[in-house]
């Protein structure tokens, strides 16, 4: 959770500098919010236009990360999914030190947040 703030804050961060420049207007612009449209320029995207991920990684990293439901190595962990910890669109690896288990919840939750905090 400390990351995602630091992700948000780093996120608008310069749109807050812009505003307190010493230009000699008062600063009083419109300050917008980064639009979920805007696609990552970082990630790799496959031919649908979505961002490529590896599914040999994934597996690398169920291998040495049972599922916390059923204890797997394989197969799908019921409530679970396998999440980026620094997304895909934010510049994150897709590499097994960058996975983390999550519920189905926790995980929906978070992509709303996400698709805000990097958006270019």
Request: hydrophobic share 30%; with cysteine; net charge positive.
């Amino acid at each position: 959770m400390k990351r995602l703030a630091a992700l948000i804050l780093i996120a608008i961060l310069p749109a807050i500098a812009a505003g307190k420049g010493s230009s000699g207007h008062s600063g009083h612009g419109s300050i917008k919010a980064p639009s979920s449209h805007h696609k990552s320029t970082v990630a790799k995207r496959n031919a649908r236009g979505k961002i490529a991920r590896s599914s040999s990684t994934k597996r690398t990293f169920e291998a040495s990360s049972p599922c916390p439901s059923t204890g797997k190595t394989t197969g799908s962990c019921k409530g679970y999914v396998v999440d980026h910890k620094t997304p895909l669109a934010c510049g994150g690896a897709d590499a097994p030190e960058n996975m983390q288990w999550q519920t189905a919840a926790a995980a929906k939750l978070k992509d709303k947040t996400e698709r805000a905090s990097c958006a270019p």
